[in-house]
């Protein structure tokens, strides 16, 4: 069991604009309104973020088992990084119950760390599609995806894009309830669109136009990964796992055809397409992928993987989907099965799964 290290910090000493020298910061002012990280006991560590470690935790004060989030601070020279400065910012306007909950903002011991408290869940989906004796019934996956794009119609909504969804970013409580996590990716986007760096997404999830280096992005991103999301949940594995870039363009077109203009107006335009060999594949092979999935299920899938992203579904043109009222119908959250915690433990080590996830 982890403990924070109960250790005096260091006089803080600020130069006076007044008078000539200095000052010591009386020792109850120095975290101003923020509480101390010594309040909280550090349970295990369960993951890690974007930009920074995350660990299972009970607040002293409350009793309550909660996330703390400590933010990477040891690239930077200058105080807070600005991944976590825009995760932040975020997070605190955020509240719907399909996108993890932001609680306070808490710092270290020397004030050159930061911790962020979020509410705690039991599961992420990666380490449960890892661990499970069998897999999710369509109507479980069904209830997972239904609150993936509730959430992230809340997100587009309100001009945010996530640009990191993935299974590890998905969280689930004891109670069935998905909730999106880690924003350390995550941006505001606004008309006129403004360039974005395209090397964003984790390589298994990232759509087409980023990958041949468009700079304007939009929610069209997040839909090709929630795309992927269902694929693996429905096919009990990655629907894309490549090991490159290359690889990764490949097995797109394997799957959907050969980009062109007539699908996907600029297309040969975009900065990294002359980069690329691509096969001659004239057919799309979603149907031979999923069998025996419905015409709505199918229909579903191929509006999320349009190559052309102005075409792509939204997540409300999704939650309107014939396939989410058929039959089976989406189980209720409260019907979710219940599973050990696998997140509590692993420890230290990402199972070597989950690391090739990571970016390529």
């Not at 909280?40 to 974007?50: A, C, P, S, V, Y």
């Not at 299920?297 to 190559?307: A, V």
């Not at 099965?337 to 799964?353: C, E, L, Q």
Request: proline share 6%; with cysteine.
């Amino acid at each position: 069991m982890e403990t924070t290290v109960d250790m005096d910090p260091d006089p803080i000493k600020l130069r006076s604009l007044k008078h000539r020298g200095t000052f010591t910061v009386p020792q109850q002012d120095r975290l101003g309104s923020c509480r101390s990280v010594k309040e909280f006991e550090k349970l295990n560590r369960i993951g890690e973020g974007t930009y920074g470690i995350v660990y299972r935790a009970r607040d002293t004060k409350s009793d309550e088992i909660v996330a703390l989030k400590k933010v990477r601070m040891d690239k930077e020279k200058d105080g807070i990084p600005i991944s976590s400065l825009r995760e932040i910012t975020l997070l605190i306007r955020l509240r719907h119950p399909n996108i993890v909950e932001l609680k306070e903002v808490v710092v270290g011991n020397h004030l050159e760390s930061l911790f962020l408290v979020m509410s705690y869940c039991e599961q992420d989906l990666a380490s449960l599609l890892e661990n499970m004796q069998a897999p999710f019934s369509e109507a479980q996956v069904k209830c997972i995806v239904l609150q993936l794009l509730r959430g992230l119609a809340y997100l587009h909504h309100n001009f945010i894009l996530h640009r990191d969804l993935k299974v590890s970013n998905l969280l689930m409580t004891d109670k069935g309830c998905v909730k999106i996590a880690d924003f350390g990716l995550a941006r505001l986007y606004g008309i006129p669109l403004k360039a974005m760096t395209p090397r964003v997404v984790t390589l298994w999830y990232r759509a087409p136009e980023l990958l041949l280096g468009t700079k304007t992005q939009t929610t069209a991103i997040d839909m090709w990964a929630v795309g992927c999301i269902l694929a693996e949940l429905l096919a009990h594995k990655p629907l894309l796992p490549g090991g490159s870039e290359i690889q990764q363009v490949d097995l797109i077109v394997q799957l959907l055809g050969t980009p062109n203009e007539n699908i996907w107006p600029g297309f040969s335009r975009l900065p990294l397409v002359g980069q690329y060999s691509l096969r001659k594949q004239p057919y799309n092979n979603l149907k031979n992928k999923f069998t025996w999935l419905s015409e709505a299920g199918l229909r579903l899938l191929n509006l999320l993987f349009m190559y052309n992203p102005r075409r792509r579904a939204t997540a409300n043109d999704c939650l309107e989907s014939s396939y989410f009222k058929e039959k089976p119908l989406p189980c209720e959250p409260e019907l979710m099965p219940t599973f050990p915690h696998h997140r509590n433990k692993r420890a230290a080590p990402v199972a070597d799964s989950q690391s090739k996830r990571s970016k390529v």
